[in-house]
């Protein structure tokens, strides 16, 4: 079993940055894909981020491409989403997962089969 903590979320104005971590347990936690979604109010869950197993590959959604980082300690089993120049249209629960089945479905909510309980991020105008 795989649990995911994240933290980090918080109120930030637009042009703000956070740092957004997620604790994974498990011992084989580089054997995963590690995924960051976000779920705004009457919107759907989306993908944001993810990254390779060795953290050298990594994807993100072009809303976010060129002001979120992804990145990952594989020695502390944390994935961070580094997250700079915020809008308030970030504004959304974000929540962590993990692919530990293997599909590689990276960017879509179903090709995770673990969950955190997401972190507030709230960006004002």
């Known amino acids: 079993q795989v649990q995911l903590v994240e933290s980090g979320g918080g109120l930030v104005q637009a042009g703000g940055s956070l740092r957004l971590s997620c604790a994974a347990s498990g011992r084989t936690f580089s054997r995963y894909i590690m995924g960051w979604f976000r779920e705004a109010p009457g919107e759907e869950r989306e993908f944001v981020a993810a990254?390779?197993?060795?953290?050298?590959?990594?994807s993100y959604a072009d809303s976010v491409k060129g002001r979120f980082t992804i990145s990952r300690d594989n020695a502390k089993n944390t994935v961070y989403l580094q997250m700079n120049s915020l809008k308030p249209e970030d504004t959304a629960v974000y929540f962590c997962?993990?692919?530990?089945?293997?599909?590689?479905?990276?960017?879509?909510?179903?090709?995770?089969?673990?969950w955190g309980q997401g972190t507030q991020v709230t960006v004002s105008s």
């Open positions: 997962a993990v692919d530990t089945d293997g599909s590689y479905d990276y960017s879509r909510r179903n090709g995770y089969d673990h």
């Open positions: 990254i390779s197993r060795s953290g050298g590959s990594t």
